[in-house]
């Protein structure tokens, strides 16, 4: 049967690997309901936007796609536009009358409701369902998954944590965690359906806890690398406070877990992890990566960091290039700081950094960390390295492009070899972000 072009859907995700899982949950909840996925845009009767509000850039972009969806609904009166994930839990009502072209509005505990969202909105009116739930972890409900390689399971949601600048506490609410048991059956399920790798994901992942059944992170990795045992494992995002020896240790002694931890470290100066309200000293922090590099001594690390907060100095600033120099991350996410209304920081602290002081300091800790990535990356030159293909190289149809056990990218000629094959490749070059090289043959 052909769909009514009404009952037919396109979701556009924006930010994080959550909200690409998310966007999973909600294709699995539409369709239940007789939706049908189309694969553009203009095929498509309704119009969802997964959103962003991390950083004002992530919010000017969705401003572009709702102005161009308005005047698409001038031409085409049936499309219905909805607005899901933390851009409308963050702004609420009023992006109504910011954007005209939004007929419904959901926030991330609420992608239950969309399917009767759209219905009433047919009946004519905007409608909004922003409430939090903090006992919402949309267990049982199971998500269509793009590609069948490797696949995210989102076992924690929120953050209880109250970093200064940012807006995830309020977009995303309390901490809660996936039932043990639940988390298992989906693995099982991965397991069945031959996927090749497993990112076990949350916006503090290492913070699961599941103290019915007496799992934390650690407890919780360990199983699911026993379950999977042929898979290979990943988690993100970590949070310092939670790196466990127990944690740390799991990882070193299953093979299948992957030796990468990406943790966010924000400034490399005490006094603003202060003002950031991170909860840590950098010489804690420092302690951490010296107890991971002593249990998983090949351990690939990254991190995330924010030139000119509140308050920064040259001097801050240059503790945090020290730190970079020092810890030679493999690679790293680096922002400028923008200020998100409603934080602690946009409430209490004065965004005094000039911007083209920021964005001066950013620079140059990009190049300096695109001088280590380039270094480490050339290091890699003669050695042999496993990868997991992925996809056909963006380039060309003759290779294909990978992940080594430690996130790097590497693209090397595809012989016979098809996305999903693990197989050793010797490299053979680098920039500062891919490395390209051949298979070798056992
Ligand atoms: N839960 C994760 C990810 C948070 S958002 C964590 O705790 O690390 C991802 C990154 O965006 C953060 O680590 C931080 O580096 C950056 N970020 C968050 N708010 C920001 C802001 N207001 N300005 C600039 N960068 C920001
Ligand atoms: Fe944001 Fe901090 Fe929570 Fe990460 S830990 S989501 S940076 S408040
Ligand atoms: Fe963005 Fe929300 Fe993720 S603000 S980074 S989509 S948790």
């Known amino acids: 049967m052909r769909a009514e072009r009404g009952n037919t859907f396109f979701i556009h995700t924006f930010g994080c690997q959550m909200n690409?899982?998310?966007?999973?949950?909600?294709?699995?909840?539409?369709?239940?309901?007789?939706?049908?996925?189309?694969?553009?845009?203009?095929?498509?009767?309704?119009?969802?936007?997964?959103?962003?509000?991390?950083?004002?850039?992530?919010?000017?972009?969705?401003?572009?796609?709702?102005?161009?969806?308005?005047?698409?609904k001038k031409r085409d009166k049936g499309l219905i536009v909805g607005v899901a994930g933390c851009i409308p839990q963050y702004q609420r009502e009023k992006m109504f009358s910011l954007y005209p072209a939004i007929d419904f509005l959901a926030g991330p505990d609420t992608y239950r409701t969309i399917p009767s969202l759209v219905e009433q909105v047919r009946s004519g009116g905007k409608l909004s369902s922003l409430e939090f739930n903090s006992a919402e972890t949309y267990e049982g409900v199971e998500p269509v998954r793009q590609g069948a390689i490797s696949a995210f399971v989102p076992v924690m949601r929120g953050c209880n944590n109250m970093c200064a600048y940012c807006v995830v506490p309020f977009t995303r609410g309390r901490e809660r965690s996936q039932p043990f048991r639940s988390v298992i059956l989906e693995v099982q399920k991965l397991v069945a359906s031959a996927y090749k790798e497993i990112t076990l994901i949350g916006q503090n992942v290492n913070s699961y806890c599941d103290a019915e059944e007496g799992y934390d992170f650690a407890a919780l990795l360990e199983a699911v690398s026993r379950e999977a045992p042929s898979l290979r494992i990943r988690f993100t995002t970590s949070h310092p406070k939670d790196i466990s020896e127990s944690l740390v240790r799991t990882i070193a002694s299953r093979p299948n877990i992957c030796n990468s931890i990406h943790l966010p470290v924000q400034s490399g100066s005490s006094r603003m992890l202060g003002l950031m309200n991170r909860d840590h000293t950098i010489e804690e922090y420092r302690d951490k990566i010296t107890l991971i590099r002593s249990v998983i001594p090949d351990v690939a690390l990254s991190t995330d960091i924010i030139a000119g907060f509140c308050g920064e100095q040259e001097e801050d600033h240059q503790a945090s290039l020290d730190l970079l120099s020092d810890i030679r991350f493999d690679s790293a996410y680096m922002f400028f700081y923008s200020t998100r209304p409603g934080t602690l920081a946009a409430r209490t602290l004065e965004d005094d950094v000039p911007e083209p002081v920021k964005k001066r300091r950013l620079q140059e800790i990009i190049d300096l960390q695109n001088r280590i990535s380039g270094e480490l990356f050339h290091e890699a030159i003669g050695t042999v390295v496993e990868v997991l293909a992925e996809s056909e190289s963006r380039r060309s149809s003759e290779q294909l492009m990978g992940r080594t056990a430690g996130n790097r990218a590497v693209v090397f000629d595809r012989e016979n070899y098809q996305p999903g094959d693990l197989l050793n490749v010797i490299i053979t070059g680098a920039t500062s972000a891919t490395l390209t090289g051949r298979p070798i043959h056992p």
Do not use: K, M, W
């Not at 999973?24 to 996925?37: C, H, N």
């Not at 189309?38 to 950083?55: D, F, M, S, W, Y």
């Not at 992530?58 to 161009?68: C, G, K, N, P, S």
């Open 20 to 72: 690409q899982a998310d966007s999973g949950i909600i294709a699995s909840l539409l369709q239940e309901e007789g939706y049908v996925p189309v694969e553009h845009e203009a095929e498509a009767g309704i119009v969802l936007l997964n959103t962003c509000a991390v950083r004002e850039n992530a919010v000017d972009r969705i401003e572009h796609f709702l102005q161009r969806l308005h005047g698409q």
